[in-house]
């Protein structure tokens, strides 16, 4: 298997490329590997933040999890959030070939 200088697979860096990864909340917002959107700039400033990143304890190293494994580790995520007092909104990513439940 080939692997590129961020040690991720080509086909698995290209699957992450086309996935869509989306905020949940009051206003939603699809997010796309190394695409920006017009509206990131807008809600970095009515949080007072000038960077923000879309992470997910699922799938660990792209190592395929069950979805009891990956809730648990969607709930520890969380846990750990609201104890640091971080501001984050939920979220999920889905590729386009791929139609996922919700994970709450």
Known sequence: MEV???GIAPRTAQ???????????DEPV??????R?????????EHDVTCSA???PCNRFSQL???????ARC???????????????????QHATVRLASVS
Not at 17 to 22: G, L, Q
Not at 30 to 35: H, K, M, Q
């Open 4 to 6: 590129s200088d961020t």
């Open 15 to 25: 699957a992450y490329r086309e996935t869509h990864y989306r905020t949940e909340g």
């Open 30 to 35: 699809t997010l796309r590997v190394e695409i």
């Open 37 to 45: 959107p017009p509206t990131l700039a807008r809600i970095h400033k």
């Open 54 to 56: 879309f992470i997910t």
């Open 65 to 71: 999890l069950s979805n009891d494994e990956n809730h």
């Open 75 to 93: 709930l520890a995520l969380t846990h750990e959030l609201d104890k640091g007092r971080y501001s984050y909104l939920d979220g999920v990513g």
